[in-house]
Nanobody, 115 residues
Framework: QVQLVESGGGLVQAGGSLRLSCAAS????????MGWYRQAPGKQLELVAG???????NYADSVKGRFTISRDNSKNTVYLQMYSLKPEDTAVYYC?????????WGQGTQVTVSS
């Protein structure tokens, strides 16, 4: 059983910052990648940022230069540092863990950016 616990969401004004955390626990074997996705009301789920086991990263064009993904392998935790937040960043953010045996998702954390 693998569990992902997300934290760090909230309400922030445009231009502000937030840091999301996602801690994985349980029967974790080999972690291939971790990432963050988001879903805004009425929109499809989209990739925000991902990081592989060897720390290669990729970002959605809309967040490049504003968001940074990182991971702490000793804690099985992935972070998403978000700067210069915009109202269009408002969404539920989900953590995704890819391991040898499959894919796991967090429960989601709400990020709301007011204008």
């Amino acid at each position: 059983q693998v569990q992902l616990v997300e934290s760090g969401g909230g309400l922030v004004q445009a231009g502000g910052s937030l840091r999301l955390s996602c801690a994985a626990s349980g029967s974790i074997s080999s972690i291939h990648a971790m990432g963050w996705y988001r879903q805004a009301p009425g929109k499809q789920l989209e990739l925000v940022a991902g990081i592989t086991s060897d720390s290669r990263t990729n970002y959605a064009d809309s967040v490049k230069g504003r968001f940074t993904i990182s991971r702490d392998n000793s804690k099985n935790t992935v972070y998403l540092q978000m700067y210069s937040l915009k109202p269009e960043d408002t969404a539920v953010y989900y953590c995704k863990l890819t391991v040898t045996r499959g894919v796991y998702w967090g429960q989601g954390t709400q990020v709301t950016v007011s204008s």
